[in-house]
C-alpha cells in the first residue's frame, strides 16, 4: 500500500477515533444530568396552570337563572363588615370570624374553589385597625384554616365545634367591643386543636341531585371488590334509634326525612342551603335566617339586629333574596370543574387507579335525577366521590363527630378539579400529592379503626414508578 494511502486511511480512523470519543463525552454528560436515566422516584407535577377548569355556570340556564347566578357570584365575592359603612361591603360581620366573605377563601382556581395560594386571613385580621394575632398556625403562603377543639377545656366532654380565629376588636366599625381570641396554643399543648379547610363547592347542585337510591345502590356494587380491599363505607344518617347507617349497605331511616346527607369534609350537611347558612354564621359571623343567633352575645360587640342577613322584603327581583339564599342559588348553578385533554399517561393513570381500586370509593360518575331546574337533570357527574364516610385511621381521624361520622369518618373527598388544588386533605396539611395519597394508609388503634384505604395504598406502593407516575398524572389533569 502507498504512503498516502496510508495516510488517508491513519487520518480516517483517527476522525473515526475522535467521533466515538466524542459520542462518549456526550453520552457521560448527559447520564450525569440524568438524561436516559428510568425514573426512580415518583413525583407530584404540581398544580397546572392555565385557565381555571371551573368557575362557569351550568348548560341550559334560562336568562332569569342566569341572572340569579350573576347575582349569587356578586354576593359570593362581596366582604362584610361590622355594620356595613365600609365601602362595597354589607353589614354582620362578627362579633367571631375566620374570614370577612365567601369568596376569600374559596378562590382556587376560581370563586366556589379553595384555599389560593396566599392567604387572606392575614388582611382580614387586621382590617379596619382589628388587633388580631395571627395565630401559630398559619403562614402566608400556607392554606386558609378553621380551627376546632375536640374536646372541652377539662377534656371531658366532646366539644368538635369551630373556635373562630378572630375578633371585631379594635375595628373603627366595631367601637367598645372588647374580646379575645381563643387560646389556640393551650389548645394545642393539650393535643386539643385540629383543622378545616374550606371544600370547594363546584358542580353543587348536581351533587344535590344525585338521587338516594343511586348512592346507595353504588354503595352495594362490587360489594366483593370492596370486602378484598377492607372497604366499607355509608352514608352519613342516623336511625330513628340513633343508630349508624350499616357497613352492610342496609339503610336506616332519618328521624327526619330518611334522606342521605352529603355535603362538608364529613357529609355532615343535608343541602346547600344549609350548608351556606352554616358557613355564613359560623365561618364569617353573620346571623341568617337559617342560623338567627349570635355565636358570642358579649354586651358591647352586638351592633344588629338579628337577624343580619334577611329576606330583602322592599326589593325585587335578583334583589329580593338574602345572601344565603343567593349563594344557594350560586353553588346550585355552579358547574363541575372540567379536566384536562387526555394524553397517553393519563389515559393509563385512569386505568391504574380503577385498577389498584381507587375508584372503589372514588366512584367516576353519577347521574343525576329529574330536577325542577332542567340544566340539573339526567346530568352525568363527574365527581369522583361516593358520598359515603369511611374509617381513615388514626393518621387523618381529627376527633370530630359530626352527624353520624365519627372522629375517624370522613366522606370521599370528590376528585374534580384536584389538578388545579394547592392544598390537600381535610387539614391542608401538604401540598404534594404524593404525601396526601400515602397519608390515606394508617394502622388503627384501641380508639380508631384501620384506614379502609390501606389496601389500595399498600398496593399502590407495589407499583412501577411509571405506574405510580401516570396515576399522579392522571390526577393532575382532574
Same mark, same amino acid.
Given at each position: ?105 374559596h ?5 366556589g ?93 348536581? %351533587? ?6 343511586? %348512592? ?43 334522606? %342521605?346527607?352529603r ?35 358579649t ?48 389515559t ?20 343525576t ?22 374509617h ?9 363527630s ?62 412501577t ?14
Amino acid at each position: 500500500m502507498s504512503q498516502k494511502a496510508n495516510t488517508l486511511r491513519s487520518s480516517k480512523l483517527e476522525s473515526i477515533s475522535r467521533f466515538r470519543f466524542f459520542l462518549l463525552s456526550v453520552f457521560v454528560v448527559l447520564f450525569a444530568k440524568g438524561i436516559g436515566k428510568a425514573q426512580t422516584v415518583v413525583s407530584d407535577p404540581g398544580a397546572r396552570t392555565g385557565p381555571a377548569g371551573a368557575g362557569r355556570a351550568i348548560a341550559g340556564l334560562s336568562d332569569s337563572q342566569k341572572a340569579f347566578f350573576a347575582a349569587g357570584l356578586a354576593q359570593f365575592v362581596e366582604n362584610q363588615s361590622v355594620t356595613g359603612t365600609v365601602a362595597s361591603t354589607s353589614a354582620g360581620l362578627g362579633p367571631r370570624f375566620n374570614g370577612e366573605g365567601c369568596g376569600q377563601c374559596h378562590s382556587q382556581p376560581s370563586f366556589g374553589g379553595t384555599s389560593p395560594a396566599t392567604n387572606p386571613q392575614f388582611a382580614a385580621a387586621v382590617d379596619q385597625g382589628a388587633t388580631n394575632t395571627i395565630p401559630f398556625f398559619l403562614t402566608i403562603g400556607g392554606p386558609v384554616r378553621e380551627a376546632r377543639f375536640p374536646l372541652t377545656a377539662d377534656g371531658r366532654q366532646p366539644d368538635g365545634s369551630v373556635h373562630d380565629l378572630f375578633t371585631i376588636t379594635g375595628r373603627s366599625d366595631a367601637k367598645g367591643c372588647k374580646i379575645a381570641q381563643p387560646d389556640f396554643q393551650l389548645a394545642a399543648n393539650a393535643g386539643n386543636l385540629v383543622f378545616r379547610i374550606p371544600t370547594p363547592v363546584f358542580g353543587g347542585g348536581l %351533587i344535590e341531585s344525585i338521587t338516594d337510591s343511586a %348512592i346507595l345502590s353504588n354503595m352495594n356494587a362490587n360489594r366483593a371488590a370492596k370486602q378484598h380491599m377492607g372497604i366499607g363505607g355509608r352514608p352519613n344518617y342516623k336511625d330513628s334509634r340513633g343508630g349508624q347507617g350499616a357497613v352492610s349497605g342496609v339503610p336506616n331511616t332519618s328521624g327526619n326525612d330518611a334522606t %342521605i346527607t352529603r355535603f362538608g369534609w364529613k357529609a355532615q350537611n343535608k343541602s346547600l342551603a344549609i350548608f351556606a347558612g352554616e358557613a355564613y354564621n359560623v365561618e364569617v359571623g353573620v346571623t341568617n335566617e337559617m342560623f338567627p343567633n349570635e355565636r358570642d352575645e358579649t354586651p358591647g360587640c352586638l351592633f344588629n339586629g338579628t337577624p343580619e342577613d334577611a329576606t330583602n322584603f322592599d326589593q325585587s327581583g335578583t334583589n329580593l333574596p338574602s345572601d344565603v339564599e343567593l349563594f344557594t342559588i350560586f353553588m346550585r348553578f355552579l358547574d363541575q370543574p372540567r379536566p384536562a385533554p387526555a394524553t397517553a399517561s393519563t389515559t393509563h393513570g385512569q386505568q391504574v387507579f380503577t385498577q389498584l381500586g381507587c375508584a372503589l370509593c372514588h366512584t367516576p360518575s353519577f347521574t343525576t335525577g329529574q330536577s325542577s331546574v332542567a340544566g340539573l337533570s339526567n346530568v352525568k357527574v363527574n365527581l369522583f366521590s361516593d358520598l359515603l364516610l369511611h374509617h381513615m385511621g388514626p393518621r387523618l381521624a381529627d376527633g370530630v363527630s359530626q352527624g353520624a361520622a365519627g372522629g375517624d369518618e370522613f366522606r370521599t373527598a370528590p376528585l374534580w378539579g384536584l389538578g388545579q388544588r394547592i392544598f390537600f386533605l381535610h387539614d391542608g396539611r401538604t401540598t404534594d400529592l404524593v404525601k396526601a395519597v400515602l397519608s390515606h394508609q394508617s394502622v388503627g388503634n384501641s380508639q380508631t379503626a384501620d384506614s379502609e384505604a390501606n389496601g389500595v395504598i399498600e398496593t399502590f406502593k407495589r407499583l412501577t414508578v411509571q405506574d405510580q407516575q401516570d396515576l399522579l398524572n392522571f390526577l393532575r389533569s382532574l
